[in-house]
T-cell receptor, first 115, second 113 residues
């Protein structure tokens, strides 16, 4: 079991470039999340998905798009990167089972720098 | 309005002593969940402990316990017998609605030898 993996681990972009971050989980989890972590801000939810083919906006969705074409994968896209998107990005997933609360399983994070 | 408040940006504790990290929350939901995560300097997020809003007893996991005071809307993390490896950032989080999570800004704990 690899758990939650994120690709890439590090990336440097120039302003205006685009990129896609990949999150993959092998635990058959229904719900997946993308967060960004900035110093002093904690984790803020960008987008999330409650199942294959469905996505929803979180607290800070502007400038990002997501897709969940397969249950195990959740992609985060930046169409035109801006320096304000310099951050550490975390993916997480949970398994929703019969009334029992589950903790989120987190990926290792992707450190993105936009110059 | 901030829904999860961690008022201690940084804390120090002597090795082997207990420490309490504060967390207050704000929600109008009757059903919610409260979580604590640890983030060491290596960056990964490690789940520590969970408390459900309907749980009558405080949650405990080894050296971690959650002091849940529902009327005060507080969910403080207590770490007993602190170890050097406990030095890290600690985040309080709340599940509200249908599996949407909100995190606090964190408390940086430093354990002193």
């Amino acid at each position: 079991n690899a758990g939650v993996t994120q690709t890439p681990k590090f990336r440097v972009l120039k302003t205006g470039q685009s990129m896609t971050l990949l999150c993959a989980q092998d635990m058959n989890h229904e719900y997946m999340y993308w967060y960004r972590q900035d110093p002093g801000m904690g984790l803020r939810l960008i987008h999330y998905s409650v199942g294959e083919g469905t996505t929803a906006k979180g607290e800070v969705p502007d400038g990002y798009n997501v897709s969940r074409l397969k249950k195990q994968n959740f992609l985060l896209g930046l169409e035109s990167a801006a320096p304000s998107q310099t951050s550490v990005y975390f993916c997480a997933s949970i398994f929703v089972a019969g009334g029992r609360e589950q903790e989120q399983y987190f990926g290792p994070g992707t450190r993105l720098t936009v110059t | 309005a901030q829904k999860i408040t961690q008022t201690q940006p940084g804390m120090f504790v002597q090795e082997k002593e207990a420490v309490t990290l504060d967390c207050t929350y704000d929600t109008s939901d009757q059903s919610y969940g409260l979580f604590w995560y640890k983030q060491p300097s290596s960056g990964e997020m490690i789940f520590l402990i969970y408390q459900g809003s309907y749980d009558e007893q405080n949650a405990t996991e080894g050296r971690y316990s959650l002091n849940f005071q529902k009327a005060r809307k507080s969910a403080n993390l207590v770490i007993s017998a602190s170890q050097l490896g406990d030095s890290a950032m600690y985040f309080c989080a709340m599940r509200e609605g249908t599996y949407k999570y909100i995190f606090g800004t964190g408390t940086r704990l430093k354990v002193l030898a």
